[in-house]
């Protein structure tokens, strides 16, 4: 389980509000605190979230890390 904070209440690829209840994919920026079996994420960020049934795949998801 992991907790985020979301900076943005719309979905990013429909426009309309998410929520309370709604499946939405989030994709999370952070960095790897610990490597053993098992990672430890510690995230920082959102940097993008939709409706789970609104995700169409991962072909445009280049502009999320490209900009750095
Ligand atoms: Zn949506």
Redesign the pocket.
């Known amino acids: 389980m992991m907790d985020a904070r979301l900076s943005v209440i719309t979905?990013d690829?429909?426009?309309?509000p998410?929520e309370k209840g709604q499946k939405i994919l989030a994709i999370a920026e952070g960095k790897i605190a610990n490597s053993n079996e098992e990672l430890d994420f510690a995230g920082c960020g959102v940097r993008y979230a939709?409706?789970i049934?609104?995700w169409d795949g991962v072909e445009d998801i280049g502009f999320l890390i490209s900009d750095n």
């Not at 690829?13 to 309309?16: D, Q, S, T, V, Y």
């Open positions: 979905c690829k429909c426009g309309e998410m939709c409706h049934g609104c």
